[in-house]
């Protein structure tokens, strides 16, 4: 690939992100200089430096950082359509899942393909994505359920990244469901299967960090905390799936080892989120699983607000519980159903997002050495991208300075 040029993006509305400046950071008349695939002024126009760079009149358009997707599923086979009509019918959760269903569902459907039809059949999902703005993805393994399986997963996200233009960060996250075969013998699936799986997808370079599913339909905390030792051994940061359907103290257990994030976080109380506080770990929410399983109560936003939790808003996009492939949807969500407001769900999608999976000091904001990830919108307000439904605003994208929309 040719060297990204130099260009200065003039005429623009920008909404920075920037850290400890207030609200989104917002400059009515700004211009965004790219040199190399980064970014090396992004602020005032008055105040650009002199430069030789392809001047590219904005007319007044506003550019945010590139969206990011911080939380999905989405390589994996098959789907559960089936689910849906049984939700419908007054299933629960709990109940599809002890009957056979849930998680355990898509696992022979993934397992039936390739590294690479893994990666085709999920490229129509990303493809949705990145059609509105998102630059960096978030992609877990965990329908595997084998050591083959797993890395077969991480192998295929990886290859994702070499498909489209966006940064993909991988989650290891075989601790997401006991197969039939170890039913009721969690911590022989752990010794089996979890920990070793971990140690090669480590050696290969697939890992970026270590996630589990805390509930009592999935691991303990006892069973969660065997994970992250090794995680921890191997240097591999962790989130965890955490009080989602009960309070397990999962989130406190994420926080003991400083995990990026806790995520779901319906049932958590004070003392998981002042842990989080004090571990500086993200809180993820993700309304579209909310949504598809008829959850009723709602993460405590303003507890996570009150303890100083940075809030981050991702689809979960995944077969089963939320077949979600909109972040401007899930940011209308996370405002009409946990009432987050207009600032939160913006830098919940971009700057808090990008902290949730350990880059914060390369993407989610626009500022001076950051990478060239931008996201330029027809609209004449920001709230436009959360107060929208069904409609997609996107005029262009970059990725490291390339235009790729």
Request: hydrophobic share 45%; with cysteine.
């Amino acid at each position: 690939m040719s060297p990204p040029p130099s260009i200065c993006l003039g005429n623009a509305r920008l909404a920075c992100l920037a850290p400890g400046t207030p609200g989104l950071g917002l400059i009515e008349r700004g211009a965004v200089l790219i040199e190399n695939g980064r970014i090396a002024y992004a602020g005032p126009e008055a105040d650009l430096p002199r430069n030789s760079a392809e001047p590219i009149n904005l007319e007044g358009r506003w550019v945010t950082p590139g969206l990011v997707d911080c939380h999905t599923h989405i390589v994996h086979g098959g789907h559960r359509a089936r689910e849906f009509e049984m939700r419908l019918a007054g299933a629960s959760y709990e109940e599809i899942a002890r009957a056979g269903g849930g998680i355990v569902s898509s696992v022979q459907a993934t397992n039936a393909l390739g590294v690479d039809e893994l990666a085709a059949a999920s490229l129509p999902r990303i493809d949705t994505l990145l059609a509105e703005g998102v630059t960096t993805l978030e992609i877990k393994s965990g329908y595997g359920l084998s050591i083959d399986g797993e890395l077969r997963m991480l192998r295929a996200a990886r290859k994702v990244a070499g498909l489209r233009p966006v940064r993909v960060k991988t989650s290891y996250l075989a601790a997401h469901a006991t197969p039939a075969a170890y039913k009721g013998r969690n911590g022989d699936y752990v010794t089996d299967v979890v920990l070793p799986g971990l140690d090669l997808a480590q050696a290969e370079g697939l890992v970026d960090a270590v996630d589990g599913f805390c509930e009592r339909i999935a691991f303990t905390t006892d069973e969660m905390a065997r994970v992250f030792d090794r995680a921890k051994a191997l240097g591999l940061p962790v989130k965890l799936h955490a009080e989602q359907l009960s309070d397990m103290g999962g989130a406190k257990l994420a926080a003991r080892y400083n995990a990026l994030s806790a995520d779901h976080l319906e049932y958590l109380d004070a003392a998981g989120a002042s842990a989080m506080a004090e571990a500086g770990s993200v809180a993820v929410l993700l309304p579209g699983a909310f949504y598809a399983i008829h959850e009723t109560r709602k993460p405590p936003v303003q507890l996570l607000r009150d303890a100083g939790v940075k809030i981050a808003i991702s689809t979960d996009c995944n077969p089963g519980t939320s077949p979600l492939t909109s972040l401007l949807l899930t940011m209308n969500m996370s405002a009409t159903l946990f009432g987050l407001t207009v600032e939160e769900c913006i830098a919940g999608s971009t700057r808090e997002a990008a902290c949730a999976l350990g880059i914060g000091a390369e993407a989610g904001t626009l500022e001076a050495g950051k990478s060239a990830d931008l996201a330029i919108w027809n609209v004449d307000t920001l709230a436009e991208l959360v107060y929208r439904i069904g409609f997609n605003p996107l005029h262009s994208c970059y990725f490291k300075g390339q235009r790729t929309r």
